[in-house]
């Protein structure tokens, strides 16, 4: 189903709106009475920003052992840490 609305009422009432949208629902945004933008729902998608986990990602490192090698932390210090 599509709503149309002007802006200043979506402006008062947006979670309601939002909330349409998330049924399902389209709203067309008119201003002066002129459609001038279409808010409508996201194709699903798993949600999974819960978990963080993403599998396009792969790790080619050891996770556990230090990031940077020992002997290179003194560079990080900068002249003042060297020793």
Known sequence: MTHTVNVAVLKNSLSEFLGKVQSGDSILVCSRNKPVAKITPLASRP??????????????????????????WGILAGPEGAR
């Not at 949600?47 to 290179?72: C, K, M, W, Y």
Request: glycine residues 8%; without cysteine; hydrophobic residues 25%.
């Open 47 to 72: 949600n999974r920003s819960t978990t963080g986990f993403d599998p396009t990602v792969q790790i080619h490192a050891d996770l556990e052992g230090p990031a940077i090698p020992p002997e290179d």
